[in-house]
């Protein structure tokens, strides 16, 4: 990260003294600011998930994805190692993989002039490197090792992968601190995991709505009908609320309640009292962590999700596509060792999540809502903050936004806008 850039006039002035209570609706739709998030966030000192291991078990396998808006591809090595590498011919710029996954065998070929690059990214060779009888081709002083892939440092926790394209940025377990560890891996335990299903959609809004979605407890238990009318998060449940250090990773947990239909609501509308499911192992979870949590949501700066809801499993990746989109990946995944009673319930309690899910379709909805309500505002207009209080600490109910002012106090701390105002 530059820290000695001089913030442009975009990066200052813009947050009130009220700070992290009002969220200026500038920082989701002003193209500069967006700009500056990609550089200094996701370019940044930031670690981000490029995928699990489970998905390139063979060597020469790639995965394609994003950090931000440069693609990368994730590879198994012929040592069974990991490399992230940018999905960019260092000759003329040329996207080396177009498709979404597969096996690129001993070298990565560039498909317009076939420069070649080692799983590593190094660059081994191309046609006509000394020409044809002496003509053309290269200069022999031409450095090969100078134009090599854009490479990216590479870490993985129990089988999911991160990548940072700083290569000074903090070891990954640093970066997470030990209670976000403790968390991630009490889902990502260390048993080999196995995917269970994808979905991708593109909600049109700014990929930080997505993130304060997952950190809005409160909005769960009033917005979702399917979770309230079927006992499954309401927000008086036995509950916890965990900001980190840092403020911009957290944790939602409940668990839930054994007296279904008798939570307080909050005056909150159910579905009419006589509806029912057929199927009730949709909300039957079978617990399976040591503990009676029956859903968490972890949220890890800047742009990742770990979701398990009941027992569906599932990372969400936000991927930003301009200030007023963003695209969400779904990977849906289990352990290997699943019995096949397990196998099902993935499958079927999978169908409350994902684009169309009972319960995330509400959320896409809401999302566009938000952006379309905030586009146009004039400077100064913000979203106001303050359910639960003006702090960012954690806490043991869901009446709160303190986990989203975290988030903002982080991303103030990285844009260059300071904690004035917590
Ligand atoms: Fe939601």
Redesign the pocket.
Known sequence: MDGTQTPDKSETDIWSEAGTTRVPFQVYQDADIYAQELKRIFYGSSWNYVGLECEIPEPGDYRRNFIGEREVLMIRKDDGGLSVVENRCAHRGAQLCQALSGNAGSAIMCPYHQWTYTLDGELTGMPFKRGINGKGGLNPDFDMKAHGLVTLRVESLNGVVFASFDHDVPELKEYLGPDMVKYFTRIFNGRGLRVVGYERQVIDCNWKLQME??K?PY??GI??LFLISFGLFRLDQESKCLVDDSKGHSVLMTAKGTEEGKEDTGGVRIAAPDFSLTDHELIQPRLEFPDNVTLSIQTLFPSIIIQAQCNTLATRQVIPKGPGSHELVWTFFGFEDDDDEMKDLRLRQANLMGSAGY??L??AE?LEFSQVGLSGSPAGEAAVLEIGGTDCESNDHLVTESLIRGFYMRYRDIMGHGKAGA
């Open positions: 979605n997952l809005d909005h769960a917005l979702h319960v995330t509400d959320d809401a």
